[in-house]
């Protein structure tokens, strides 16, 4: 189901545990396993958890728990938005609605092309970087004016 | 965004220059100079912590608590594994410093950790990285790796008995994770739901083992504490309140971004260096120490000099350090508003108190907001406010109600007008 690349990836996580201790790499395995396939489905859940010997149920919770696991398929490219206050005060929610309005969705939609997904995020940590929006959970951009945007939403292919 | 500093964590860093968060940049700065002078004139493990409790050094998470006095709790005779925890999940809705730390000096971070685990006798550590900063974990475990390769971790560092070993753990996106017992049950690859203290970690931590778990921020200061003295760190600042601090500023400020500055400057110092308010809008009010701390209005904060006991005395706290600063464009009702939403976003659901209060402030404030306000609502507050706070596992709950109290407090006509004439009292603008 997964690559020999993103195994060996897990491998690594693994391996930063003690030996009776791989339950605490499944955060890990889970996100190498998101980023390879797009999104965790359940037999994508249960394949990590078989992988790392812990109950498929333990590996469920864990996705089910934490906001960036994504448990339905996503657009290509997912845009995470944070509107949190410290960012609405730095043009966050402004961001967030010249988004909406570019790709023509709302929160939580997906456009029709299946290439972006918006979604609204809660605070990422980089609040003196406003706005800010996250792709596809890892890579963070920062001063999101309407042009950053344009040009953000055109390299996006 | 560049740090502006006058402090020992950033000292000499040139956050414009890609390269210098590299080994070689920080032993440049003099890095690594305190753990060569630990392990080769054998300073004992008392000694180390006496310096950093000679330091005044307190907890740049958000409580406060005396570092020094924290690794003293650690049972240095255990006899089977400790663990020694690093807490960068930085969630807190307008902390944003202990990302500047990973970004642009994270040897600073690794040395001090090196340092706290040859105080405390721990040989394996773990830091735990908020889940949306990626990047900045993967630049982490660069710095690791190069540490690793300089002989600074592993076995017998620089040529010692001493062994200590450091990994990266990356979260992915629960603010209750900066909870530190949810951040253990996390680590252990579970649902990051706080555990019931006591016991406290000192003594059934990570994997049921002692653990000891500090801030970023806290542990990056510690080099500057032993290589030039904990009776340096603590003049840089006041008593009580030793060192310089980061604090974040966001909001409507010219220059938002992360200032180091001597605990005790005052905060209108702090809102020139910031740049001043944008626009040269009016002060409105200013929340001080991250969205948990009680808001205050802006003639009481110009009247604050940013320290843990002056912010106190004002009846807020410092919390983190995150200065979220608003205009006179700011209706109180919208913003609480956002912040009553965050909260029950990220409530774990463990506690009935909190999973349905957070809730019911969330949808109240909702309400108020959109001119659909009862009379009795701001009682309502209250009284959902009083079942919640101290009433459960965790201060999340009470997290979300200090806001909504200090807001109700300090600008109650707001939330009247709101609810007797169904709009804002100001012209609402975010920004």
Known sequence: MLSPDALKQI????????????????????????????????????????????????????????????????????????????????????????LKHKLGIGFGETTPDGKFTLVEGECMGACGDAPVL???NHSMCSFMSHEAIDKKLAELK | MAVFTQGVIFEGVDTSDPNCWTLDAYVKRGGYEALKRILQQGISQDDVIAEVKGSSLRGRGGAGFPTGLKWSFMPRNFPGDKYLVC??????????????????????????????????GVKRAYNYIHGEIFEDYVLFERALDEARAAGFLGENILGTS???DLFAHHGYGAYICGEETALLESLEGKKGQPRFKPPFPASFGLYGKPTTI????????????IRDGGQKFLEAGKPNNGGTKLFSVSGHVNRPGNYEIPLGTPFSVLLEMAGGMKNGKKLKAVIPGG????????????????????????????????????????????????????????????????????????RVIHRIEHGQGRPDDLDLLTSVGNNMAGRTICALADAAVFPVRSFTKHFRHEFEYHIEHKKCLVEHKWC
Request: one cysteine or more; glycine letters at 8%; a negative charge.
């Open chain 2, 87 to 120: 807490n960068t999940d930085e969630g807190e809705p307008g902390t944003f410093k202990d990302r500047d730390i990973l970004r642009f000096n994270p040897h600073s971070l690794i040395e001090g950790m090196i340092i706290a685990g040859y105080a405390m």
């Open chain 2, 162 to 164: 001493f062994t200590f």
């Open chain 1, 11 to 98: 491998d690594r996580e693994v391996a930063k545990y003690p030996a009776d201790q791989a339950r605490s790499a499944v955060m890990g395995a889970l996100r190498i396993a998101q980023t390879e396939l797009g999104w965790l489905s359940t037999e994508t859940i249960e394949f990590v958890a078989n992988y790392l010997g812990i109950p498929p149920v333990a590996a469920y919770e864990v996705a089910t728990f934490y906001n960036m696991y994504d448990l339905k398929p996503v657009g290509k490219y997912k845009i995470t938005v944070c509107t949190n206050l410290p960012c609405a005060l730095g043009g966050g929610v402004d961001c967030a609605d010249y």
């Open chain 2, 291 to 362: 969205s948990s701390a009680p808001v205050l209005p802006g003639d009481i904060m110009m009247d604050c000099t940013m320290d843990y006991d002056s912010i106190s005395k004002a009846g807020s706290m410092l919390g983190s350090g995150a200065v979220i600063v608003m205009n006179e464009d700011i209706c109180m009702v919208k913003a609480l508003e956002r912040l009553a939403y965050f909260y029950h976003e990220e409530s774990c659901g463990q506690c009935t108190p909190c999973r349905e209060g957070t809730g019911w402030l969330y």
């Open chain 1, 134 to 136: 996250l792709v596809n």
């Open chain 2, 214 to 225: 500090n801030n970023t921020e806290s542990f990056a200061s510690v080099p500057f504490i």
